[in-house]
């Protein structure tokens, strides 16, 4: 990866009934640890497409986006 090149993240927080979903890593550097369900956007995806489909990915819900609360560079 050059300098130039820019890695694109979606985070995003599952809110079902008060409860609020998260995930145990699994993934050595970060074993244990709880966090959102997030990932790199993959080609051709918006983020909203990325979101989606990393909590499926991670969760196994089908989710639907009801708000965005930052884009930051």
Same mark, same amino acid.
């Given at each position: 990866?050059?300098?130039?090149?820019?890695?694109?993240?979606?985070?995003?927080?599952?809110?079902?009934?008060?409860?609020?979903?998260?995930?145990?890593?699994?993934?050595?550097?970060?074993?244990?640890?709880?966090?959102?369900?997030?990932?790199?956007? /993959?080609? $051709?995806? *918006?983020?909203?497409?990325?979101? @989606?489909?990393? +909590?499926?990915? /991670?969760? $196994?819900? *089908?989710?639907?986006?009801?708000? @965005?609360?930052? +884009?930051?560079?």
């Amino acid at each position: 990866m050059n300098s130039e090149e820019n890695i694109i993240v979606a985070s995003v927080s599952v809110l079902r009934n008060g409860e609020v979903f998260m995930i145990q890593e699994k993934k050595a550097s970060a074993y244990g640890l709880w966090n959102f369900p997030s990932g790199r956007r /993959e080609a $051709g995806e *918006d983020l909203a497409e990325t979101a @989606v489909r990393e +909590v499926k990915e /991670e969760t $196994g819900l *089908d989710v639907r986006l009801k708000v @965005v609360t930052g +884009v930051y560079p």
